[in-house]
């Protein structure tokens, strides 16, 4: 079965850490660009970070830089969000989706393209 799964959400106080993972079965991730991105209730899906394959450039939104880190382990088809320094207003479901770069891009930018995969998603939330 091919699918994404997300882990590593939970509550946290602010100032906090998590470490957020992306696990693919059924597919490798080394040939897709990796993206996370959240939705926080009432408000529209953004960006947050991603990940190109096979180079590893990455990608972080402004609301985020310098408080998250995002890498892959091809190894272990998995790719991760180190996220530090959390914040109340980083509450939001996460999810991960793969794509290749240019789809990626798009939907980095705000168009509804259609990614070759989605995880379900992984809840966040921090406590003020």
């Known amino acids: 079965q091919v699918q994404l799964v997300e882990s590593g959400g939970g509550l946290v106080q602010a100032g906090g850490s998590l470490r957020l993972s992306c696990a693919a079965s059924?597919?490798?991730?080394?040939?897709?660009?990796i993206g996370w991105f959240r939705q926080a209730p009432g408000k529209e899906r953004e960006a947050v970070s991603c990940i190109t394959a096979p180079d590893g450039n990455t990608y972080y939104a402004d609301s985020v830089k310098g408080r998250v880190t995002i890498s892959r382990d091809d190894a272990k088809n998995t790719v991760y969000l180190q996220m530090n320094s959390l914040k109340p207003e980083d509450t939001a479901v996460y999810y991960c989706?793969?794509?290749?770069?240019?789809?990626?891009?798009?939907?980095?930018?705000?168009?509804?393209?259609?990614?070759?995969?989605w995880g379900t998603g992984t809840l966040v939330t921090v406590s003020s």
């Open positions: 989706a793969a794509s290749d770069i240019a789809t990626m891009i798009n939907t980095i930018m705000g168009d509804n393209s259609d990614m070759d995969h």
């Open positions: 059924g597919f490798t991730l080394d040939s897709y660009a």
